[in-house]
């Protein structure tokens, strides 16, 4: 069974001068951007229409479970690209249900810009009106992190990079499906246990998700230095840690070879 934190999580973005406190409890929508250098559209336009077909088409693919959908529709200027790409311990019921409510919020946060992003603690959904696919994007990005602090900094940061060190290893390795993996570390001497997990969109080559995941890392004494909790999230990969379970490898079925 997943488990939500009930701390409070601070979230910071680098692209946005607010600051927003939030609960898990309240929402579970972490962010959104709509570029507004890319072009917009009209509500009857070629292409709203072909976004719409695209998108509606990932929430209602039964034949997918594995989380991860990216497809194209149309032709020239009106052509729709779009990228979904869910939790690696979700069920596909729950991730299909993820995908349709990010389309529903995401059409009404950025009504006409042909270029936006969105993320719930379950999934991930972009689309542009040019190719997003096979490309290793880090921005935009942000980042969120515990109000509570660890009693052993040094201590902590080392098992915590040595967990995630292993698990980048491990989602790297993963095939075109599924790049994703999580795991948990104890610290010796305070006994304290952490949880992680790392996900890349399985487009990405080997190098490349762990060239992207560990950029992620590198802003851990930015955004979440002494903290129990933390996560950095881009278009291509996200990493997030706490002291408590999250995540639910139960319901991660084993994908076929």
């Known amino acids: 069974m997943e488990m939500s934190p009930s ?3 601070f979230y910071l973005s680098p692209f946005f001068s607010h ?5 898990m409890a309240q929402t579970n929508l972490l962010e959104h951007f709509c570029i507004q250098n890319h072009g917009n559209f009209s509500a009857n336009s070629d292409f709203k229409s072909n976004l719409d077909r695209l998108i509606s088409s990932f929430s209602s693919d039964t ?6 959908y990216t497809g194209t529709i149309g032709e020239n200027i009106d052509k729709a690209y779009a990228i979904s790409l869910c939790r ?6 729950t991730c299909r249900d993820c995908i349709k409510t990010s389309s529903q919020m995401l059409s009404q946060l950025c009504p006409n810009q042909k270029e936006a992003y969105i993320w719930y603690d379950d999934c991930m959904l972009r689309y542009a009106n040019h190719s997003i696919f096979n490309s290793m994007e880090f921005g935009p990005y942000f980042w969120a992190y515990s109000l509570f602090n660890v009693t052993d900094e040094k201590e902590f940061s080392e098992v915590l990079n040595a967990l995630l060190g292993r698990l980048i290893n491990s989602a790297a390795s993963g095939d075109s499906r599924r790049k994703f993996a999580a795991g948990n570390a104890t ?10 997990l790392v996900q890349c ?3 990405l080559t080997q190098p490349q998700c762990s060239d992207c995941l560990n950029q992620a890392i590198k802003l851990i004494p930015t955004c979440c230095s002494k903290r129990q909790g933390g996560r ?3 278009p291509s990969c996200h990493f997030r840690y706490e002291k408590d379970p999250f995540y639910d490898l139960a319901s991660t079925s084993p ?3």
Do not use: H
Request: hydrophobic share 35%; glycine share 6%; aromatic share 8%.
């Open 7 to 9: 701390k409070l999580l």
């Open 19 to 23: 600051l927003l406190v939030l609960t």
């Open 63 to 68: 034949n997918i479970d594995y989380g991860f």
């Open 88 to 93: 690696g311990d979700k069920k596909p019921e």
């Open 187 to 196: 610290a010796e001497s305070s006994r304290q246990t952490m949880y992680a």
């Open 201 to 203: 969109t399985p487009d």
């Open 232 to 234: 950095v999230v881009s």
């Open 255 to 257: 994908l076929p070879p």
